[in-house]
């Protein structure tokens, strides 16, 4: 009896073990599908956000982020069937908190600058066993404007309207090209 047992544990975790990792052919096909939402995430988002900034400025684009940012990501989210983050180590809206293993991954993305690497996407099982996409969001010079250094790229009138919104805004103090966080996609199917 304690044989079968025994017999029966090792293929139950032989089988729990091969669930836990990923083929190559699914990192290429989830790696082309996170691009493809992480794309069309940022495009849409920052279509309307520029839209906002030629219509008023920062006074008017922050509070559209502030309303508008994660129903939009929601949005999507359901039209590709996945939930779709962007989260950072410096957050502004503290519904985007990382969880520990997006801290990993941005702390990883940190490293691969410093040793001047690429950067590339990362595709794997999460803890629930679903295909999860994570790629970099590298700071562009036009986002400095509200993700800058204060009195420098942030005015402080732009800085007030942050903080009135985010009072516990840690998002600012980038340069151009800096790691500003991560897009973490998990894919429903």
């Avoid at 993700?147 to 942030?154: A, L, M, N």
């Amino acid at each position: 009896m304690n044989k079968k047992i025994i017999v029966l544990l090792t293929v139950l975790i032989g089988l729990f073990s091969c669930t836990t990792s990923i083929s190559e052919k699914d990192k290429e096909v989830y790696t082309s599908k996170g691009k493809e939402i992480a794309e069309a995430s940022f495009l849409e988002l920052s279509t309307q956000l520029t839209a906002q900034m030629k219509a008023g400025g920062t006074a008017q684009a922050i509070p559209f982020c502030n309303q508008n940012a994660m129903p939009i990501t929601n949005q999507l989210s359901k039209k590709f069937e996945a939930t779709i983050k962007r989260t950072s180590t410096n957050i502004r809206n503290e519904q985007n908190a990382p969880t520990d293993r997006e801290v990993e991954i941005m702390n990883q993305y940190k490293k691969m600058i410093s040793e001047k690497k690429d950067l590339n996407p990362i595709v794997e099982l999460d803890v629930d066993a679903k295909k999860h996409f994570y790629a970099p969001i590298i700071l562009k010079a036009n986002c400095l404007v509200c993700h800058g250094k204060v009195s420098e790229t942030v005015n402080i009138k732009t800085d007030s309207i942050i903080k009135s919104l985010y009072p516990n805004d840690k998002a600012v103090g980038y340069n151009e090209g800096d790691l500003r966080g991560v897009w973490s996609i998990t894919f429903k199917n």
